[in-house]
C-alpha cells in the first residue's frame, strides 16, 4: 500500500525556475528519502532526512521534513533540462525498515528549454 | 565501483510459466531489497535479503519467493506467471539495515506476461 501522496502529480516549468515538490504520509517514520527516476529505469537516490532533521541540502537540493504534519518538501533550484524525471518520496517506517520503503506515487516533473 | 546489477534487462514469458531475475549487489553490500513497479500500483515492496536470511515480505502472493547467496547476490522467482505480474522489478542495495544512507537501486528487469 502507498504511504502517501506526492503533490503535485504533475509539474511543467522553464528552465531556471524552481521546482518544489511535496510528499505526505500516514505513519512514524525512521527517515524519509528522495529518488529520480529517468524513463522507467533504476532509481536514484537524491537525498535522505532524518526524523529527527528538519532541513537538509545537497547541491541544487533542499529537503525539509515537518513529522508533526507528517509531510517533506523537495526544492529543486536553478532546474536543467536533465532534471526532466519522476521524483519519488519514499519513507523508511520506524522499526528498522520492517517494511521496506513504502513509496508515494510520484511527481513527473518536465523542465521546458 | 561498480553499481547494482540486473539481469536480464527485458523478458517476455507466457502466462502460466515461472521466472528468476537476478540481482548482483554493490560489493560490501549485505542488504538486498526487491520492489515491483507497475503504473497502477506503483512502487511496491516485495521483499529483503540480509546475510541470506528473509528479513521482511511485502502483501504479495506465495508465488513471489527470492534467496540470497553467501556472496549477497539475490534471486526472485516468480511461478505460475498472470498477466497482472507484467511489471518493471527493481532491486535495492545497501550496506546495512536500516540502510542509514538510503538505498542504491540497479536498472530493473521489464517482465511482460503475455
Known amino acids: 500500500s502507498q504511504q502517501g501522496e506526492e503533490d503535485p502529480q504533475a509539474l511543467s516549468i522553464q528552465e531556471g525556475e524552481n521546482a518544489t515538490m511535496n510528499c505526505s504520509y500516514k505513519?512514524?517514520?525512521?527517515?524519509l528519502q528522495w529518488y529520480r527516476q529517468n524513463s522507467g529505469r533504476g532509481l536514484v537516490h537524491l537525498i535522505l532526512?532524518?526524523?529527527?532533521?528538519r532541513e537538509k541540502h545537497s547541491g541544487r537540493l533542499r529537503v525539509t521534513l515537518d513529522t508533526s504534519k507528517k509531510s517533506s518538501s523537495l526544492l529543486i533550484t536553478a532546474s536543467r533540462a536533465a532534471d526532466t524525471a519522476s521524483y519519488f518520496c519514499?519513507?523508511?517506517?520506524?522499526?528498522?525498515?520492517?517494511?521496506?520503503?513504502?513509496f508515494g506515487k510520484g511527481t513527473h516533473l518536465i523542465i521546458q528549454p | 565501483k561498480a553499481g547494482v546489477t540486473q539481469t536480464p534487462r527485458y523478458l517476455i514469458k507466457t502466462r502460466g510459466q515461472q521466472v528468476t531475475l537476478s540481482c548482483s549487489p554493490i560489493?560490501?553490500?549485505?542488504?538486498v531489497s526487491w520492489y515491483q513497479q507497475t503504473p497502477g500500483q506503483g512502487l511496491q515492496f516485495l521483499f529483503e535479503?540480509?546475510?541470506?536470511?528473509?528479513?521482511n515480505k511485502g502483501n504479495f502472493p506465495g508465488r513471489f519467493s527470492g534467496r540470497q547467496f553467501s556472496n549477497s547476490r539475490s534471486e526472485m522467482n516468480v511461478s505460475t506467471l498472470e498477466l497482472g505480474d507484467s511489471a518493471l522489478y527493481l532491486c535495492?542495495?545497501?550496506?546495512?539495515?536500516?540502510?542509514?544512507?538510503?538505498?542504491?537501486f540497479g536498472s530493473g528487469t521489464r517482465l511482460t506476461v503475455v
Open positions: 505513519t512514524s517514520i525512521n527517515n
Open positions: 535479503y540480509f546475510s541470506e536470511t528473509q528479513r
Open positions: 519514499a519513507t523508511d517506517s520506524s522499526g528498522g525498515g520492517a517494511d521496506g520503503l513504502t
Open positions: 535495492a542495495s545497501s550496506r546495512g539495515r536500516p540502510a542509514s544512507y538510503g538505498y542504491t
Open positions: 560489493s560490501g553490500h549485505r542488504s
Open positions: 532526512i532524518r526524523s529527527n532533521e
